[in-house]
């Protein structure tokens, strides 16, 4: 399909599309920064807030809804714009993963990796075959004999998520969740040890044009309520029976100790390996790690991204980290850009799209 599509393309006039949510802004800034073409696929009810950032899009692409970005009208108009898809953390969640990873225009990024991230076990499987370090996990029904975090499949953000202590709790928890109609059944949840420490989330570049790994920046999450209940006596907690949540709400900037460095680079790397070996190509362009640092200076990697995260919107002006690469301001959503126009004059466009 690829081969075909590309052929038709004007390489001159490639247009860098992306669903209207996310990181969409960050992403747009960055393409023009490099001299591309926008497209925005907006959903109406959003429209009027995208239209603020005209001077970032050139094109709109309207839609009733996220599902009918698979339907031919759309595919052919995205495909008549010369238009490279760049998935990010809503995609695969708003349009669906059959249209996300089907879909016949280039994706900048490794669309077979979508299915593996849907999957919570799959997706721990691949860290653990990297050698990153991981939490415990359990399946459900499992005899849980330490503080677990239990999460529900999707990319929500955190929601439904619970904290529990005993197989029973996790059964009772999940069976609440499923009266709610988070879940359609108990075993779509994932159990994992809770990592005491401090979360910390890295922001990589894989360069197949330059065959190198970045580190863009790092962020911590702002969650309610967990975050919020470190501004209230315990007893409070203790006393109104308040549950820890972990829902995002927004990101927070973070420099991390410099010899922490290394260890981090090298979960990078073997990430990027891991995933070369077992989907070929392999990871293209941005991903993140998602980890806890625990006072031993263990890192231990709960949960990955294969693409953009929100993250990275604190440095839309680049980081102390991107800085160092580029000497200039450099965004995620710039380095993307920037990574397609290295492709695109060098001949080689197909290693960083699929
Ligand atoms: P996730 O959906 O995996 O990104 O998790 C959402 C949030 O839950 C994270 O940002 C952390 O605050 C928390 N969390 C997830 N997994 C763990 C874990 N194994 N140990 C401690 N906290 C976790």
Known sequence: MLKDVLKEYD???V???TLASHSSLQIFHGAKQEGFKTTAIAVEDRLWFYEQFKHLIDHFIVLKSWRELCRREVVEELRRLSAVLIPHGSYVEYVGLDCAENIEVPIFGLRRLFRVEADQWAKMGLLQRAEIPTPRLYRVGEDVDRLVIVKLPGAKGGKGYFLARSSHEVLEGLRRRVEEGLIRSPEEAMI???LVGVPVY?????SPVLDRIEILGA?????ANV???KRLPPQFAVELSL???FVVVGNIPLVLRESLLPKILEYGIRFVEATKRELPPGVIGPFCLESVIGDDMDVKVFEFSGRIVAGTNIYVFGSPYSYLYWDEPMSTGRRIARELKMAIERGVLEKVVT
């Not at 890295?202 to 894989?206: A, I, N, R, S, V």
């Not at 962020?219 to 969650?223: H, S, V």
Request: proline share 4%; charged share 30%; hydrophobic share 25%.
């Open 15 to 17: 247009s860098i599309a």
């Open 192 to 194: 994992q040890e809770y």
């Open 219 to 223: 962020d911590i999450r702002y969650e």
């Open 227 to 229: 975050d919020g209940l």
């Open 243 to 245: 549950e820890p949540s």
């Open 11 to 13: 390489l001159d006039s």
């Open 202 to 206: 890295y922001h990589y570049f894989y």
